[in-house]
Protein backbone atom coordinates (compact mmCIF):
# COMPACT_ATOMS: atom_id res chain seq x y z
CA UNK A 1 0.00 0.00 0.00
CA UNK A 2 3.38 1.90 0.06
CA UNK A 3 5.11 3.12 -2.48
CA UNK A 4 8.72 4.26 -2.71
CA UNK A 5 11.30 5.74 -5.19
CA UNK A 6 14.60 4.06 -5.57
CA UNK A 7 17.17 1.05 -3.99
CA UNK A 8 20.16 2.76 -2.76
CA UNK A 9 23.38 1.36 -4.40
CA UNK A 10 26.82 1.21 -2.43
CA UNK A 11 26.06 3.02 0.21
CA UNK A 12 27.05 1.13 3.84
CA UNK A 13 24.42 3.06 5.68
CA UNK A 14 21.91 3.02 2.60
CA UNK A 15 22.54 -0.80 2.29
CA UNK A 16 21.80 -1.16 6.29
CA UNK A 17 18.94 0.85 5.80
CA UNK A 18 17.35 -1.50 2.98
CA UNK A 19 18.15 -4.58 4.66
CA UNK A 20 15.62 -3.98 7.49
CA UNK A 21 13.39 -2.49 5.76
CA UNK A 22 12.67 -4.88 3.62
CA UNK A 23 12.17 -7.06 7.03
CA UNK A 24 9.89 -4.72 8.46
CA UNK A 25 12.21 -3.40 10.82
CA UNK A 26 11.14 0.57 9.62
CA UNK A 27 12.12 1.57 13.51
CA UNK A 28 15.71 0.01 13.67
CA UNK A 29 16.38 1.48 9.62
CA UNK A 30 14.81 4.96 11.15
CA UNK A 31 17.82 4.68 14.21
CA UNK A 32 20.47 4.21 11.79
CA UNK A 33 19.53 7.24 10.49
CA UNK A 34 18.91 9.76 13.20
CA UNK A 35 22.83 10.96 13.83
CA UNK A 36 22.81 11.90 10.41
CA UNK A 37 22.01 15.90 9.71
CA UNK A 38 20.15 17.04 7.10
CA UNK A 39 16.89 17.42 5.37
CA UNK A 40 17.56 14.10 3.21
CA UNK A 41 18.09 11.84 6.10
CA UNK A 42 15.33 13.23 7.85
CA UNK A 43 13.02 12.93 4.79
CA UNK A 44 13.96 9.08 5.15
CA UNK A 45 13.71 8.75 8.25
CA UNK A 46 10.25 10.00 7.97
CA UNK A 47 8.82 7.98 5.01
CA UNK A 48 10.62 4.78 7.14
CA UNK A 49 8.33 6.12 10.07
CA UNK A 50 5.07 6.55 7.86
CA UNK A 51 5.35 3.19 5.96
CA UNK A 52 5.42 1.54 9.14
CA UNK A 53 2.39 3.23 10.73
CA UNK A 54 0.91 1.94 6.82
CA UNK A 55 2.35 -1.72 7.44
CA UNK A 56 1.47 -2.76 10.66
CA UNK A 57 -1.28 0.68 12.17
CA UNK A 58 0.84 1.73 14.78
CA UNK A 59 3.97 4.34 15.68
CA UNK A 60 1.35 7.02 14.51
CA UNK A 61 3.08 9.51 17.41
CA UNK A 62 6.65 8.40 16.06
CA UNK A 63 5.94 9.23 12.32
CA UNK A 64 4.40 12.47 13.38
CA UNK A 65 7.52 13.55 15.24
CA UNK A 66 9.76 12.80 12.44
CA UNK A 67 7.95 14.37 10.04
CA UNK A 68 7.68 17.40 11.78
CA UNK A 69 11.64 17.87 12.13
CA UNK A 70 11.39 16.81 8.40
CA UNK A 71 9.71 19.84 7.13
CA UNK A 72 11.55 21.91 9.16
CA UNK A 73 14.55 21.10 7.95
CA UNK A 74 13.69 20.81 4.51
CA UNK A 75 14.86 23.84 2.48
CA UNK A 76 14.51 22.97 -1.12
CA UNK A 77 10.80 23.36 -3.02
CA UNK A 78 11.76 19.36 -3.77
CA UNK A 79 12.56 18.71 -0.11
CA UNK A 80 9.18 20.65 0.97
CA UNK A 81 7.27 18.62 -1.53
CA UNK A 82 8.56 15.36 -0.71
CA UNK A 83 7.66 16.42 3.24
CA UNK A 84 4.86 17.18 2.22
CA UNK A 85 3.97 14.06 0.09
CA UNK A 86 5.17 12.10 3.22
CA UNK A 87 2.16 14.31 5.25
CA UNK A 88 -0.29 13.09 2.47
CA UNK A 89 0.46 9.40 2.44
CA UNK A 90 0.78 9.60 6.51
CA UNK A 91 -2.92 11.14 6.48
CA UNK A 92 -3.93 8.50 3.98
CA UNK A 93 -2.59 6.09 5.91
CA UNK A 94 -4.76 7.03 9.21
CA UNK A 95 -7.82 6.99 7.21
CA UNK A 96 -7.35 3.61 4.94
CA UNK A 97 -7.01 2.04 8.40
CA UNK A 98 -9.52 3.31 10.13
CA UNK A 99 -7.95 5.66 12.77
CA UNK A 100 -8.84 8.77 12.03
CA UNK A 101 -10.70 10.40 9.05
CA UNK A 102 -7.85 12.51 7.71
CA UNK A 103 -8.70 12.27 4.23
CA UNK A 104 -8.78 16.83 3.70
CA UNK A 105 -5.57 16.35 5.16
CA UNK A 106 -4.63 13.94 2.67
CA UNK A 107 -5.82 15.55 -0.34
CA UNK A 108 -4.00 18.85 0.78
CA UNK A 109 -1.09 17.70 1.47
CA UNK A 110 -0.75 15.72 -2.09
CA UNK A 111 -1.78 19.02 -3.26
CA UNK A 112 0.80 20.84 -1.43
CA UNK A 113 3.23 18.46 -3.01
CA UNK A 114 2.23 18.97 -6.23
CA UNK A 115 2.95 23.34 -6.10
CA UNK A 116 6.02 22.24 -4.88
CA UNK A 117 7.69 19.37 -7.07
CA UNK A 118 8.90 19.98 -10.74
CA UNK A 119 7.04 18.04 -13.39
CA UNK A 120 10.31 16.05 -14.02
CA UNK A 121 11.67 15.67 -10.43
CA UNK A 122 12.79 12.16 -9.29
CA UNK A 123 9.59 12.36 -6.40
CA UNK A 124 7.20 13.38 -8.61
CA UNK A 125 5.95 9.21 -9.49
CA UNK A 126 5.92 8.76 -6.15
CA UNK A 127 3.30 11.42 -5.67
CA UNK A 128 1.99 10.94 -8.60
CA UNK A 129 0.94 7.14 -7.22
CA UNK A 130 -0.25 8.27 -4.07
CA UNK A 131 -2.22 10.79 -5.40
CA UNK A 132 -3.64 7.28 -7.79
CA UNK A 133 -4.42 5.89 -4.23
CA UNK A 134 -6.58 8.44 -2.96
CA UNK A 135 -8.32 8.79 -6.07
CA UNK A 136 -8.99 4.76 -5.72
CA UNK A 137 -9.76 4.32 -2.12
CA UNK A 138 -11.10 7.55 -0.77
CA UNK A 139 -12.94 9.20 -3.89
CA UNK A 140 -13.97 5.81 -5.43
CA UNK A 141 -12.46 6.96 -9.22
CA UNK A 142 -10.94 4.51 -10.62
CA UNK A 143 -10.58 6.30 -13.81
CA UNK A 144 -8.59 9.24 -12.12
CA UNK A 145 -6.78 6.54 -10.40
CA UNK A 146 -5.67 4.48 -13.34
CA UNK A 147 -4.54 7.93 -15.02
CA UNK A 148 -2.65 8.62 -11.91
CA UNK A 149 -0.99 5.20 -11.77
CA UNK A 150 0.14 5.29 -15.38
CA UNK A 151 1.97 8.68 -14.76
CA UNK A 152 3.84 7.01 -11.80
CA UNK A 153 4.45 4.08 -13.66
CA UNK A 154 6.29 5.86 -16.50
CA UNK A 155 8.00 7.59 -14.52
CA UNK A 156 9.10 5.20 -12.12
CA UNK A 157 10.46 3.47 -15.96
CA UNK A 158 12.22 6.57 -16.60
CA UNK A 159 13.66 7.42 -13.20
CA UNK A 160 14.96 3.92 -12.78
CA UNK A 161 12.67 3.12 -9.64
CA UNK A 162 12.13 -0.73 -9.00
CA UNK A 163 10.14 -0.76 -6.13
CA UNK A 164 7.86 1.95 -7.17
CA UNK A 165 7.27 -0.03 -10.63
CA UNK A 166 6.23 -2.91 -8.18
CA UNK A 167 3.68 -1.18 -6.19
CA UNK A 168 2.27 0.48 -9.85
CA UNK A 169 2.12 -2.59 -11.35
CA UNK A 170 0.25 -4.02 -8.64
CA UNK A 171 -2.08 -1.86 -8.46
CA UNK A 172 -2.92 -1.48 -12.32
CA UNK A 173 -3.19 -4.87 -12.15
CA UNK A 174 -5.76 -4.40 -8.94
CA UNK A 175 -7.85 -2.12 -11.55
CA UNK A 176 -7.75 -4.49 -14.36
CA UNK A 177 -8.85 -7.26 -12.07
CA UNK A 178 -11.93 -5.25 -11.00
CA UNK A 179 -12.79 -4.98 -14.86
CA UNK A 180 -12.75 -8.46 -15.53
CA UNK A 181 -9.46 -8.14 -17.17
CA UNK A 182 -8.11 -11.59 -15.78
CA UNK A 183 -4.68 -11.77 -18.34
CA UNK A 184 -3.57 -8.31 -17.86
CA UNK A 185 -4.42 -8.56 -13.91
CA UNK A 186 -2.38 -11.71 -14.08
CA UNK A 187 0.57 -9.79 -15.85
CA UNK A 188 0.48 -6.79 -13.59
CA UNK A 189 0.48 -9.05 -10.38
CA UNK A 190 3.19 -11.27 -11.63
CA UNK A 191 5.43 -8.14 -12.50
CA UNK A 192 4.79 -6.96 -8.93
CA UNK A 193 6.10 -10.57 -7.30
CA UNK A 194 8.83 -10.42 -9.65
CA UNK A 195 10.14 -7.36 -8.44
CA UNK A 196 10.01 -7.43 -5.26
CA UNK A 197 11.69 -11.42 -4.66
CA UNK A 198 14.65 -10.11 -7.08
CA UNK A 199 15.25 -6.43 -4.40
CA UNK A 200 14.56 -8.49 -1.57
CA UNK A 201 11.48 -6.64 -0.43
CA UNK A 202 10.16 -9.58 1.85
CA UNK A 203 7.82 -7.40 3.57
CA UNK A 204 5.89 -6.75 0.54
CA UNK A 205 6.26 -10.12 -0.82
CA UNK A 206 3.18 -11.47 0.83
CA UNK A 207 1.12 -9.27 0.30
CA UNK A 208 2.26 -9.80 -3.64
CA UNK A 209 1.47 -13.28 -3.54
CA UNK A 210 -1.67 -13.06 -2.08
CA UNK A 211 -2.50 -10.49 -4.80
CA UNK A 212 -1.64 -12.93 -7.79
CA UNK A 213 -3.91 -15.65 -6.37
CA UNK A 214 -6.77 -13.53 -6.74
CA UNK A 215 -6.25 -13.38 -10.20
CA UNK A 216 -5.58 -17.24 -11.01
CA UNK A 217 -6.99 -20.41 -11.17
CA UNK A 218 -7.21 -23.30 -8.34
CA UNK A 219 -5.26 -25.17 -7.35
CA UNK A 220 -2.24 -22.55 -7.64
CA UNK A 221 -4.60 -20.09 -6.14
CA UNK A 222 -4.32 -21.94 -2.83
CA UNK A 223 -0.63 -23.00 -3.13
CA UNK A 224 0.06 -19.01 -3.40
CA UNK A 225 -1.89 -18.20 -0.51
CA UNK A 226 -0.24 -20.98 1.59
CA UNK A 227 2.82 -18.99 0.54
CA UNK A 228 1.86 -15.58 1.56
CA UNK A 229 0.17 -17.14 4.80
CA UNK A 230 3.75 -18.33 5.45
CA UNK A 231 5.65 -15.36 5.12
CA UNK A 232 2.84 -13.56 6.70
CA UNK A 233 3.70 -15.52 10.11
CA UNK A 234 7.07 -15.61 9.27
CA UNK A 235 7.24 -11.56 9.56
CA UNK A 236 4.88 -11.56 12.68
CA UNK A 237 1.29 -10.65 11.05
CA UNK A 238 3.11 -7.73 9.15
CA UNK A 239 1.12 -6.70 7.36
CA UNK A 240 -1.63 -6.03 9.56
CA UNK A 241 -4.03 -5.45 6.80
CA UNK A 242 -3.28 -8.59 4.91
CA UNK A 243 -5.16 -10.56 7.68
CA UNK A 244 -8.72 -10.69 6.99
CA UNK A 245 -7.47 -11.92 2.95
CA UNK A 246 -5.60 -14.84 4.27
CA UNK A 247 -7.60 -16.07 7.27
CA UNK A 248 -8.83 -19.19 5.99
CA UNK A 249 -4.80 -20.16 4.86
CA UNK A 250 -3.73 -18.78 7.99
CA UNK A 251 -6.32 -20.85 10.12
CA UNK A 252 -5.16 -24.21 8.06
Known amino acids: MSGSGSITGDDPLQTAVWRLRSRGCWTDAAAL ?7 AASLQRASL ?10 GWAEAEDALRVAEATAREDDERGAAAGERGHLAYAAT ?41 HLSDSPQSALAAYRRAHAGATTHGQPLLL ?12 REGELAEARHGFGESLRIREE ?51 TAA
Not at 166 to 177: E, N, V
Open 33 to 39: LAPRPGA
Open 49 to 58: LVERCMFTGE
Open 96 to 136: ILGVRDRADEARAALGRAAALLAPTAPGRPLLDFRRGLIAE
Open 166 to 177: SFTWRHLAGLAL
Open 199 to 249: LGYLVGTAPALAALADAEPEPEATRLRAEAARLFRLLGGVPTWLAAQLAPS
